[in-house]
């Protein structure tokens, strides 16, 4: 189940980016799929989460309405769209992947799986 992510790079402000995440099992579809991110000197912070549930989507108020999170389960690939990104985007963001969905997104201990990160740098 080991999640890979791929897609970071270097950004001007304003500019996109589009964050993946292929996780292995036959059970993908019922995984609750999150993002999250860690700046230099900070804490890991939640981004964003997919449920199995459509229509189940969830946002870090900073995020909210530039972010899209979104899952392909034919691919076992969950998607981070990022818009309008900022210098305080920057941050390695991390995939995870929950196996049981416990209802709550948030919080790293909620997890089972993480990826290695991908750096994001927006420049300013």
């Known amino acids: 189940v080991q999640p890979v992510e791929t897609g970071g790079g270097l950004v001007q402000a304003g500019g996109s980016l589009r964050l993946s995440c292929t996780a292995s099992?036959?059970?993908?579809?019922?995984?609750?799929m999150g993002w999250f991110r860690q700046g230099p000197g900070q804490d890991r912070e939640f981004v964003a989460a997919?449920?199995?549930?459509?229509?189940?989507?969830h946002y870090a108020d900073s995020v909210k309405g530039r972010f899209t999170i979104s899952r392909d389960n034919t691919k076992n690939t969950a998607y981070l769209q990022m818009d309008n990104l900022k210098p305080e985007d920057t941050a390695v963001y991390y995939c995870a992947v929950e196996l049981y969905d416990s209802g709550s997104y948030y919080y790293t201990d909620e997890y089972d799986y993480w990826g290695q990160g991908t750096q994001v740098t927006v420049a300013s």
């Open positions: 099992g036959r059970s993908f579809s019922s995984y609750t």
């Open positions: 997919i449920g199995w549930a459509p229509g189940s989507t």
